[in-house]
């Protein structure tokens, strides 16, 4: 576990049950702030419904789901707010949210968790420009007045829809996708979309950023340039990214924390060197016993 001052997200023995089928047991883990951490784990090893419960989708069956914004020192009150029954706790500038009490709408509009998913969602009929000023659809709304300020030309209203423009038009920049901007986002390479999604994400500023296996599909170019732009996320924007991969070379060269999953449990939590020479994982991978690594690793040529 990190110290709380660093961390940004707590989860907290979080269980998710279907029926007679644990999904995730007894999971624990902390998300520093302005970190990379990465969560892999062979197939089946409850990666995305740990994603799901972060964010939402899925009422998780037990545990706690804690997201801090600002102030470490509203750590200090996180069992007063689990005791009390609320869903956050604001201090000035800062906030405490339990995530396990969100719905999804809220756990992105209020608590500031945006996600991409294993399948991209971009809109591929709309321009690639379009595709992140949806993203800040909720501002615009308010700075309209939900229409009535936009309907009557309000001048609040113009600088806001200005400053979504720009914003926009800078993520463009920062993916190398200006050119594209009026084209359907359809018509982008895979590598292109999956980069326009990380930004449509972005648009909407969040303080944690969950990616489900953003290099799937990637070529070794592609999968370059996406570290590329998540490491200029993490050093530029400071926002705490958790992210699930398979592809190995993205996980090591962009993670300063890895936890590992095997049939729901964590079997290995660390720094990359850490998680690269643990025997429980180099099992869970090879789908070998602990004892039989050795002979795997010699067999395969590791």
């Known amino acids: 576990m990190t110290e ?9 023995h979080l269980t998710m049950r279907f029926g007679g089928l644990v999904a ?14 990465a969560l892999i784990g062979p197939n089946g090893a409850g990666k995305t ?8 989708f899925y009422n998780a069956s037990e545990g706690r789901l804690a997201l801090l914004h600002g102030d470490p020192a509203l750590w200090n009150l996180l069992d007063a707010l689990t005791a009390g029954g609320s869903r956050s706790l604001r201090q000035g500038n800062s906030a405490l949210f339990l995530l396990e009490r969100m719905p999804d709408y809220l756990v992105t509009q209020q608590a500031r968790v945006a996600r991409t998913f294993q399948n991209i969602r971009l809109f591929p009929g709309m321009t690639v420009l379009e595709n992140l000023m ?7 709304m308010v700075a309209s007045g939900f229409t009535v300020l936009g309907i009557l030309g309000f001048p609040s209203y113009a600088r806001a829809e200005r400053a979504a423009i720009e914003k926009a038009r800078s993520w463009l920049d ?3 996708l200006t050119a594209r901007a009026d084209d359907p986002a359809g018509d982008l390479p895979y590598g292109a979309q999956r980069r326009l999604e990380v930004a449509r994400a972005m648009c909407t500023d969040p303080v944690l950023l969950c990616l489900d296996e953003p290099a799937a599909g990637l070529n070794p170019r592609e999968s370059a340039e996406l570290n590329a732009l998540l490491l200029d996320i993490r050093n530029d924007f400071g926002t705490s990214i958790l992210l ?27 720094t990359p060197q850490e998680v690269r020479n643990d025997p429980a994982v180099i099992a869970a991978y090879l789908g070998v016993q602990d004892e039989e690594v050795e002979k795997a690793q010699a067999e395969v040529g590791l």
């Open 24 to 37: 995730v047991d007894d999971l624990s883990f902390d998300v520093a702030r302005g970190g990379i951490t």
């Open 49 to 56: 419904t740990v994603f799901n419960c972060i964010t939402g």
């Open 244 to 270: 699930i991969e398979h592809d190995m070379s993205v996980v090591m060269e962009i993670s300063d924390h890895i936890v590992v999953l095997d049939y729901g449990v964590k079997i290995a939590d660390g």
């Open 4 to 12: 709380l001052r660093d961390t940004v997200l707590r989860v907290e």
């Open 174 to 176: 920062r993916i190398g």
């Open 134 to 140: 949806v993203a800040q659809h909720n501002a615009l």
